[in-house]
């Protein structure tokens, strides 16, 4: 069995288990023990034939077992009721829930599923498996209010987060488009409390934005119903100096990930700064909230980037986005990881 197969099986797992973990949290034990035995076409997971140290004693079809049904059948934990994730955020968001969507649909390719946008908000579902995996479009996280004076950016204010109660998972980003000025910054002025700022050091605000958010989960989330993920600051490569090749404008003509030659994971333009941010909110939160913590291992792909095979040419280059298949669905492969034992562990 290839890698790739490999990472189709992860996905079916990780569908049977957004779909079926209910009441894990529900009196501390965990309900992925119990549950029945389905057919699945698409088992077993490995030919023991590639696998060369086999014991004789175990390889029961070489040493002639005829009939193969027992090899088809798949654990699928109880289920209860379908469970919902929502990424919110920007277009990296959509990136990664673009990749968790393809995933699952290439997993179950005879299964139904729906794709339907709504405004800002895009809703995947199996309805066989009541398993909606949602994308909620929203750059800042905090709120943008049209007033007289213009659009303000009100970063003590999360009138969003309405949409986000009841929601099973949930997995939040925002950054890039703290740096936009000019035609692509869509608000006018800054608003904390009463106070107004024409503008202010784009770190400071992305700071105190963030707090607002740690506040909103704080004071909204129940553990034991909901699982909260801020997914890392992805780092776009618009500058070779970055990664010590300064003839390079960008990211086009990149063709592998950068191997540091001394041996080490370090990367040569150090630790994103919004990174720190991040990092310093979350680890001020008392509620748990799990960093996906994608920012290095993907500053390390300047490769990885649709560069002038995104949607606009030479026109709009892209070294910010990233080409699927590729990095995002690592990203997934380790939500998955990290939500798998976020549930296994007992609930405290
Ligand atoms: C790239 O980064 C280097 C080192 O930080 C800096 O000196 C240079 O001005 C940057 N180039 C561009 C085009 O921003």
């Given amino acids: 069995m290839d890698v790739g197969c490999f990472a189709i099986k992860v996905t079916l797992l990780f569908l049977s288990f957004v779909v079926h973990h209910r009441g894990i949290a529900r009196g501390g034990g965990c309900d992925l023990y119990e549950g029945k035995w389905v057919h699945d076409e698409s088992y077993p997971l490995y030919d023991t034939s590639q696998c060369p140290f086999i014991e004789k004693e175990f390889d029961c079809l070489k040493n002639g077992r005829p009939d193969k049904d027992y090899l088809k059948y798949r654990w699928q934990p109880n289920a209860v009721k379908g469970k919902s994730i929502m990424f919110v955020g920007d277009s990296l968001s959509l990136n990664q829930w673009q990749s968790l969507t393809c995933m699952l649909h290439v997993a179950l390719p005879h299964a139904k599923y729906s794709s339907v946008r709504t405004g800002g908000l895009s809703t995947f579902t199996f309805p066989a498996y009541g398993a909606k995996v949602m994308f ?167 490769d990885g980037h649709p560069s002038v095979y995104g949607h606009g040419g030479h026109r709009d280059l892209d070294c910010s986005h990233w080409c699927l298949a590729g990095v995002p669905d690592t990203w997934n492969q380790l939500l998955y990881a990290a939500l798998l034992k976020s549930y296994l562990k007992p609930a405290s």
């Fill in 136 to 302: 909620s479009r929203n750059a800042f996280l905090v709120d943008i209010v049209s007033t007289n004076h213009g659009a303000a950016l009100m970063l003590d204010s999360i009138e969003g987060g309405n949409l986000w109660k009841g929601i099973d998972v949930l997995v939040f980003n925002t950054w890039h488009w703290w740096l936009h000025r000019g035609r692509q910054q869509p608000w006018n002025f800054i608003q904390v409390g009463k106070a107004t700022y024409r503008d202010m050091d784009r770190l400071v605000a992305y700071e105190k934005a963030l707090s607002t958010w740690a506040k909103w989960v704080e004071s909204n989330v129940d553990p034991a119903k909901t699982k909260v993920f801020f997914q890392g600051v992805s780092p776009d490569h618009m500058n070779g100096s970055d990664w010590r090749e300064p003839n390079a404008k960008n990211c086009e003509g990149q063709k592998e990930p950068f191997f540091n030659k001394r041996g080490n994971y370090k990367y040569p333009a150090g630790p994103h700064p919004a990174q720190l941010v991040v990092e310093k909110v979350i680890g001020a939160m008392s509620k748990p909230v799990h960093l996906l913590d994608v920012t290095t291992l993907s500053q390390l792909r300047k």
